[in-house]
């Protein structure tokens, strides 16, 4: 099976108190749904239409884990908190067996 993966980059962070408190409840939200965390921040030269801004990339065992993580109660708490405080790109791909 495929696994699944969160993609988000953020466009611009207007409250990073909000972030904070998201970041928390969405940390214990992924790693119940069974996600580990690849990247998070860190360094991003962006190419072509592309943002260099905050990238985090969460790795699940397959897509459907992924997507029943971000459809899970507790994230949807996280997401609660997080409410206006930023503007990101998030997708779920899929990856190749």
Request: hydrophobic share 45%.
């Amino acid at each position: 099976m495929a696994k699944g993966y969160w993609v988000s980059v953020y466009r611009t962070i207007s409250d990073p108190e909000k972030l904070a408190a998201y970041n928390k409840l969405a940390r214990a939200a992924v790693q119940a749904g069974g996600g580990r965390v690849l990247v998070r921040g860190g360094r991003v030269v962006a190419y072509d239409a592309g943002i260099a801004g905050r990238t985090v990339l969460i790795e699940f065992d397959t897509f459907e884990q992924a997507v029943a993580a971000r459809e899970s109660e507790a994230y949807q708490e996280a997401l609660v908190t997080l409410s206006d405080a930023v503007e990101r790109d998030f997708r779920i791909v899929e990856g190749i067996d």
